[in-house]
């Protein structure tokens, strides 16, 4: 949760160990528990929470339930290229689970992140609204390349 992500990144901070930080938003999240109910929705966070915490794990880092539909990674590197390529796993491995699995919707994420010490990026509430802004601006342009 929430709580432990903030703690586990006071813990990289205090410590000056190079850190980064995923935000990862479902896509159309609120279509989902309108259309086929809250029980899909719940299933649909519990799925995109295992994947996230999968392809999370599997690159050394945390996954966390930020709240709502929202989840947090706090990757323990600086290298731009390990989040990205953790961000383009979630992508692929949400794509592998829609082909295989017959939800009535699509799993989907918008996904923004920032690095420690980046941009003059230091502050952790700085970092986290960095990475959220890039989630939202990520959202936005696949909104639009649907329409």
């Given at each position: 949760?929430?709580?432990?992500?903030?703690?586990?990144?006071?813990?990289?901070?205090?410590e000056?160990?190079?850190?980064?930080?995923?935000?990862?938003?479902?896509?159309?999240?609120?279509?989902?528990?309108?259309?086929?109910?809250?029980?899909?929705?719940?299933?649909?966070?519990?799925?995109?929470?295992?994947?996230?915490?999968?392809?999370?794990?599997?690159?050394?880092?945390?996954?966390?339930?930020?709240?709502?539909?929202?989840?947090?990674?706090?990757?323990?590197?600086?290298?731009?290229?390990?989040?990205?390529?953790?961000?383009?796993?979630f992508?692929?491995?949400?794509?592998?689970?829609?082909?295989?699995?017959?939800?009535?919707?699509m799993?989907?994420?918008?996904?923004?992140?920032?690095?420690?010490?980046?941009?003059?990026?230091?502050?952790?509430?700085?970092?986290?609204?960095?990475?959220?802004?890039?989630?939202?601006?990520?959202?936005?342009?696949q909104?639009?390349?649907?329409?």
């Open positions: 949760n929430r709580r432990c992500m903030l703690k586990n990144v006071d813990f990289y901070d205090s000056n160990k190079p850190w980064s930080f995923i935000m990862a938003d479902i896509n159309n999240f609120k279509q989902v528990n309108d259309k086929y109910g809250h029980n899909q929705g719940d299933k649909a966070l519990t799925i995109f929470s295992d994947l996230l915490n999968t392809v999370a794990i599997n690159n050394g880092a945390t996954a966390y339930r930020y709240g709502g539909d929202e989840f947090a990674v706090i990757v323990p590197s600086d290298d731009e290229r390990v989040v990205s390529t953790i961000c383009d796993e992508d692929k491995t949400l794509m592998l689970y829609n082909e295989g699995n017959k939800l009535p919707y799993l989907s994420a918008s996904t923004g992140y920032a690095i420690c010490g980046e941009d003059g990026l230091y502050e952790i509430p700085e970092i986290i609204e960095s990475a959220d802004k890039k989630m939202y601006e990520n959202k936005r342009l909104k639009e390349m649907i329409s």
